[in-house]
Nanobody
């Protein structure tokens, strides 16, 4: 059974930082591309960042220079370090995995940035 469990969300003031974690089980983590998405109320889901099995990263323009995605294959965990947070970063953040075209999603964790 595949499980992706996010943690680390919460309430933070603008300019602050949070680190999200996503612990994966039931997948071959080391071979999976991992990603973070977010969805704000009334808006479409947005791809925030991805990291391939080889460590190549991509970022949405809106978070470049502020967010960093990383992975620890020994812990089957992907992280999203979020710095210089803005109110517009408020959303539910979910992690995803893709292994051989099979996608899985976590339940998400709420991030709220106050102005």
């Amino acid at each position: 059974q595949v499980q992706l469990v996010e943690s680390g969300g919460g309430l933070v003031q603008a300019g602050g930082s949070l680190r999200l974690s996503c612990a994966a089980s039931g997948i071959i983590f080391s071979l999976s591309t991992m990603g973070w998405f977010r969805q704000a109320p009334g808006k479409q889901r947005e791809l925030v960042a991805t990291i391939t099995s080889g460590g190549t990263t991509t970022y949405a323009d809106s978070v470049k220079g502020r967010f960093t995605i990383s992975r620890d294959n020994a812990k089957n965990t992907v992280y999203l370090q979020m710095n210089s947070l803005k109110p517009e970063d408020t959303a539910v953040y979910s992690c995803s995995s893709r292994t051989w075209s099979q996608d899985y999603w976590g339940q998400g964790t709420q991030v709220t940035v106050s102005s």
